[in-house]
């Protein structure tokens, strides 16, 4: 009677160590996304600054048109760079937290 009060409460221990470490690594991975993010965003801005200063110092149309063209198409290329390692740091995220449910599944089952 005894030992499967004991299996249920190692059991529920694997489950609860494993959450606790899912939660640090979710965590971890929250912060750095966080300072990616917040680099990027500083990048974004020093570059739009820029591009506005020499928007402001262009003399012709065409220059103008030359100025916001290159800044669309670099910031563009931007997001789409920033995006695709998002993606692959979230892929890699959720493969790393939930490693400690993988030796876990076949004892519940």
């Known amino acids: 009677m005894i030992q499967p009060f004991d299996q249920l409460q190692k059991f529920s ?8 470490k899912v939660m640090g690594t979710l965590s971890r991975g929250a912060q750095t996304l966080a300072a990616d993010s917040a680099e990027f965003a500083k990048n974004s801005f020093q570059h739009g600054s820029s591009a506005l200063e020499q928007l402001m110092g262009a003399r012709t149309l065409d220059k103008a048109v030359e100025i916001q063209t290159d800044f669309v198409r670099k910031s563009y290329d931007g997001f789409v760079s920033h995006t695709a390692k998002v993606g692959e740091f979230y892929s890699a995220l959720a493969t790393e937290a939930f490693k400690p449910y993988e030796g876990l599944v076949p004892k519940s089952v």
């Open 13 to 20: 221990q694997d489950h609860f160590d494993a959450t606790v």
